[in-house]
Nanobody, 120 residues
Framework: QVQLVESGGGLVQAGGSLRLSCAAS????????MGWFHQAPGKEREYVAI????????YYADSVEGRFTISRDNGKNTVYLQMNSLKPEDTGVYYC?????????????WGQGTLVTVSS
């Protein structure tokens, strides 16, 4: 069973940048589509970005298009989320997940999350 561990969260001022990492173990990482999700305080978890198994295609929520970039290194079993031009509304817990068929509605394994706080 694959396990996911996120890292890289922290406190940043609005307009700043952070890079999140999600390290996978226990499975064949290079076969999985991966996604990043965001849960703001008091709100439901929402999809942020998706990357296919080989990194050939990426997809973004409208709210982060042009600011966030998802990437992966299959040699390191790691997926990344580069977050630029951060806004206070980006505050929350960020989760990575394994996705079936690159579908954000079909997450099968979740990490424990990493907290991002953007101050205004």
């Amino acid at each position: 069973q694959v396990q996911l561990v996120e890292s890289g969260g922290g406190l940043v001022q609005a307009g700043g940048s952070l890079r999140l990492s999600c390290a996978a173990s226990g499975g064949t990482f290079s076969r999985y589509a991966m996604g990043w999700f965001h849960q703001a305080p008091g709100k439901e978890r929402e999809y942020v970005a998706i990357i296919t198994w080989n990194g050939g295609s990426t997809y973004y929520a409208d709210s982060v298009e042009g600011r966030f970039t998802i990437s992966r290194d299959n040699g390191k079993n790691t997926v990344y989320l580069q977050m630029n031009s951060l806004k206070p509304e980006d505050t929350g817990v960020y989760y990575c997940a394994v996705l079936q068929n690159s579908d954000y509605r079909r997450a099968t394994v979740w990490g424990q999350g990493t907290l991002v706080t953007v101050s205004s």
